[in-house]
Nanobody, 125 residues
């Protein structure tokens, strides 16, 4: 499977964005899906993850209450809705896929073996 993230852009503090991850060359059904981000000069970090069936989700503390991850397996798509954006949310956002079992989520970067190109989110006034 190949992944491509999109939906990034320039947004003012307090604004919202919806990031999309489209899969091709295969299906996301067998995969736990995740979103990660990497700010300039920093390591890539976990943002959100969703189980194969979409029933279990987990978020990094810094986005809890501000982000919602979802997936539409029939459309081979994973979404990340982000609200109340802050300047510190500025980063390149990546979606990733990793093999997992039913009900599992994964917040470790090492558990993911398929990565898409990222999409840049800039939060600035």
């Amino acid at each position: 499977v190949q992944l491509q993230a999109s939906g990034g852009g320039l947004v003012q503090p307090g604004g919202s964005l919806r990031l999309s991850c489209a899969a091709s060359e295969g299906t996301i059904v067998p995969y736990v899906m995740g979103w990660f981000r990497q700010a300039p000069g920093k390591e890539r970090e976990f943002v959100a993850t969703i189980s194969r069936g979409g029933t279990v989700k987990d978020y990094a503390d810094f986005v809890k209450g501000r982000a919602t991850i979802s997936r539409e397996n029939a459309k081979n798509t994973v979404l990340l809705q982000m609200n109340s954006l802050k300047a510190e949310d500025t980063a390149v956002y990546y979606c990733a896929a990793g093999r997992g079992v039913t009900g599992q989520t994964m917040n470790s970067i090492n558990r993911y073996d398929v990565w898409g190109r990222g999409t840049l989110v800039t939060v600035s006034s």
